[in-house]
């Protein structure tokens, strides 16, 4: 159910392994507000073109989405992306422009 999408610069490949990242992200929010492992489902996308501030003040960025059904409060939300940032944090060794996001799903439409 709970979707993390990572979007980030392409230029960020070298700089840091994506797939720990991502094993990190997934393992992070295990157990918290009704999340199972079985159910995570966690992918990465390489942004080719994208600009980021002013005057290369940044390597890169990286945005976490993470999509969940709805019904949970806005503190569990905020607890959820807390987790993200904490396991993206220390893989993140550039200068790079962190956002996290949480989104709902609709769930009449959502089909599992």
Known sequence: MPHIIVEYSQGLKSAFSIA??????HNSIDGMHGVTLD????????A???????????????????RLMPGRTDEQRR???E??????????VKRVALTIETSELHGPSYQS
Do not use: N
Request: no cysteine; aromatic share 6%.
């Open 39 to 46: 159910r995570i489902k966690t992918r990465a996308h390489a």
């Open 83 to 92: 987790a993200l940032l904490k396991a993206a944090k220390p893989h993140l």
């Open 48 to 66: 080719e073109d994208f600009l980021v501030g002013e005057d290369d003040q940044f390597a890169g960025f990286v945005h976490i989405d993470l």
């Open 20 to 25: 720990s990242m991502l094993k990190d992200l």
């Open 79 to 81: 607890e959820l992306s």
